[in-house]
């Protein structure tokens, strides 16, 4: 199967989670009163419930969480779904191959994929500037040759190039692998996947969208395709809260991501975001991890991130990031996604206070 089914939204909204949010927003207004950080920054919150059984469920609650917001780094994680997605894809497709060599293969699944690829991403077949080799995957530039299995049929696995250029968009962010991801992937691949896992919306763009490269300009020049936002204008690099908390649930609860496959991909997707918590670009609510930034505070532990910050069109920074974390006393896990959070230190530290009086007032603690 080429691409998944569209996947099952776990987020189940939940009245308790909704209270401590909006008594969060109010003490954060309270706090921080000229800010406007509880009024203007799109937040979406899930506490997992039964996170060792089979079947895990989100408690979710959210503010502005529909809403489309250029959010920088943080659509790294888009690119980073769809390597392991067409990794998924061409291990399925090889295991019935009959010939390992490298050019079979990668042209038998050139014939098989690229032609639905560019047909589930309509948009990039009359986009101007973008041709076919901006739309679909090189695949000998993301997978190492074909092995061959005992059993019958290929391997596929990345080759170390491409490995190392997913690893470094992801730790420490960035932008040159970024680019030799995204490039390598192509736009239909990353949105058209997007789309039929209903992670984005083409009828009305809204959801996770990446249509540009984060190194505009030559060498290999890749024009940005973009779609509304609410604060930048059209971007290429855009997304809501719920649809990027959607996908942490998936990425936690993992069985539903690995079940289409015989290639598990929840799991190495877990590790990078853990790996940039602990050695790339963690959290902004790390405590301690910025000059200036109060964090979470005590109680608190972030285990999984993925921040984003850049420019504005009409001028100054924007952060955003979507964080797994666990309370300490209790070790009820949480799913954290905000953004369109201007880059300063005040607002972040309202931010900080915001989420973590909303777990607390979940907890019901004081």
């Known amino acids: 199967m080429l691409f998944p089914d569209p996947l099952p939204d776990l987020l189940t909204p939940d009245p308790g989670m909704t209270v401590a949010l909006t008594a969060a927003q109010a003490q954060t207004g309270l706090t921080f009163p000229t800010l406007g950080v509880h009024l203007n920054c799109p937040l979406s919150v899930a506490a997992v419930r039964n996170p060792t059984g089979t079947s895990p469920s989100f408690a979710y609650a959210g503010f502005r969480d529909g809403e489309m917001h250029f959010s920088g780094s943080l659509l790294k994680v888009a690119?980073?779904?769809?390597?392991?997605?067409?990794?998924?894809?061409?291990?399925?497709?090889?295991?019935?191959?009959?010939?390992?060599?490298?050019?079979?293969?990668?042209?038998?699944?050139?014939?098989?994929?690229?032609?639905?690829?560019?047909?589930?991403?309509?948009?990039?077949?009359?986009?101007?500037?973008?041709?076919?080799?901006?739309?679909?995957?090189?695949?000998?530039?993301?997978?190492?040759?074909?092995?061959?299995?005992?059993?019958?049929?290929?391997?596929?696995?990345?080759?170390?190039?491409f490995a190392a250029h997913v690893r470094g968009m992801i730790v420490p962010s960035n932008n040159d692998d970024a680019a030799a991801t995204i490039k390598a992937l192509g736009y239909s691949w990353i949105n058209g996947l997007l789309a039929k896992a209903g992670l984005f919306d083409p009828m009305t763009?809204?959801?996770?969208?990446?249509?540009?490269?984060?190194?505009?300009?030559?060498?290999?020049?890749?024009?940005?395709?973009?779609?509304?936002?609410?604060?930048?204008?059209?971007?290429?690099?855009?997304?809501?809260?719920?649809?990027?908390?959607?996908?942490?649930?998936?990425?936690?609860?993992?069985?539903?991501?690995?079940?289409?496959?015989?290639?598990g991909i929840a799991s190495d997707m877990r590790d990078l975001l853990a790996d940039a918590q602990s050695a790339g670009d963690s959290s902004f609510m790390t405590t301690g991890a910025r000059q200036g930034l109060n964090g979470l505070g005590a109680g608190f532990t972030i285990?999984?991130?993925?921040?984003?910050?850049?420019?504005?069109?009409?001028?100054?920074?924007?952060?955003?990031?979507?964080?797994?974390?666990?309370?300490?006393?209790?070790?009820?896990?949480?799913?954290?996604?905000?953004?369109?959070?201007?880059?300063?230190?005040?607002?972040?530290?309202?931010?900080?206070?915001?989420?973590?009086?909303?777990?607390?007032?979940?907890?019901?603690i004081p």
């Open 79 to 161: 690119a980073m779904l769809a390597a392991f997605e067409l990794r998924q894809s061409a291990s399925d497709f090889a295991i019935t191959e009959g010939d390992c060599s490298a050019n079979v293969v990668f042209n038998d699944v050139k014939s098989a994929f690229n032609a639905d690829i560019q047909k589930a991403a309509p948009r990039f077949l009359s986009e101007a500037g973008i041709t076919e080799q901006m739309r679909v995957p090189k695949y000998p530039r993301i997978f190492d040759s074909p092995r061959g299995l005992a059993s019958g049929g290929c391997l596929m696995s990345f080759n170390a190039a």
């Open 205 to 263: 763009n809204r959801g996770i969208w990446l249509a540009g490269t984060f190194k505009p300009g030559p060498p290999d020049p890749f024009p940005a395709v973009r779609v509304p936002s609410v604060n930048d204008g059209p971007s290429a690099q855009a997304t809501t809260t719920i649809d990027m908390t959607r996908f942490l649930a998936l990425l936690t609860e993992g069985a539903t991501l690995d079940s289409r496959s015989v290639d």
């Open 303 to 364: 285990t999984h991130s993925k921040i984003g910050l850049g420019p504005l069109n009409a001028g100054g920074d924007v952060a955003s990031e979507a964080t797994v974390l666990s309370h300490d006393d209790t070790g009820q896990q949480f799913l954290v996604v905000w953004q369109n959070l201007l880059n300063l230190n005040d607002r972040h530290n309202a931010m900080a206070f915001m989420v973590r009086r909303t777990l607390l007032n979940f907890l019901g």
